[in-house]
């Protein structure tokens, strides 16, 4: 997915973190139906380079809601996730990717168990736009913008959306369900971009009421991602004829314009 040759490049990145005596890096994993089998694998390769395991997951934003129908893991890979956390959650990042599969038992997975979104997490994009949640830029999550009068601090305090979503949830169409107390109704942004209402259930539901949900909806009218301004088209390559000198020295590159020979560093004896 993240293109040939990523995976060797990210094991270099580790063994020259560990080899420069760097500790407790992260390592992000997107949980897919082909890979989890491979979570003690991937703890082992956190362990051996001194990391810290993160592991997320596959949300239908993005690229991933091109994807998500075909990888996102099967219920009965949701109990293994689940199953697996209970046992080693503890030296694990989640964030707030898993509390929906609490619904699986009487013991909840170590991390985050609720919708973080607007509470404890945001995203402010390149542009200064503020979403409620990573995965969910749409102009239905966005917030404000950090350049308006207030900046952060207004937006964070004050923004409709952000009360919105601190307020209590009634559960909606969960709220009859006797799991709804401990997954909370599920993610936001999964429930968005599958077509389902924010007070329905989680299109992974562990109960199957996603399934039933999402058999209902037209998937030819989904809702895409909005403007993701983290995100441009660059050509490959240095261009032909230097048209103009960038305003800065990192707009092109992080040489761009630098004096080298004024910067050579000379060894002395």
Known sequence: MRGRGSYDMAIRAMENLAGAGFRDFKISVVMTRQNVPQLDDFAAIADRYGAQLRITRLRPSGRGADVWDELHPTAEQQYDI???????????????????????????????????????????????????????????????????PGGF?????????????????????????????????????AKFFTGLPLDGPDPECVKGHGAAALSAVARDALPRQGNDHSHRTVPLGMPAVRTARPDRLCDESPLAGADLAAHTLKGTS
């Open 82 to 148: 689940y199953s697996w956390l209970l046992g080693h959650g503890e030296k694990v990042l989640t964030g707030d990717s898993f509390f929906h599969l609490n619904a699986l038992g009487s013991e909840p997975i170590p991390g985050l168990n609720l919708c973080g979104a607007g509470r404890v997490v945001c995203l402010i994009d390149p542009v200064g736009d503020v979403y409620a949640c990573p995965f969910a830029i749409h102009d239905a999550f966005k917030a404000g913008n950090v350049r308006s």
């Open 153 to 189: 601090d207004r937006v964070w305090r004050e923004s409709a959306l952000f009360a919105e979503l601190r307020r209590p949830s009634t559960g909606g169409a969960c709220s009859g369900c006797p799991a709804y107390d401990t997954c909370q109704g599920g993610c936001m942004a």
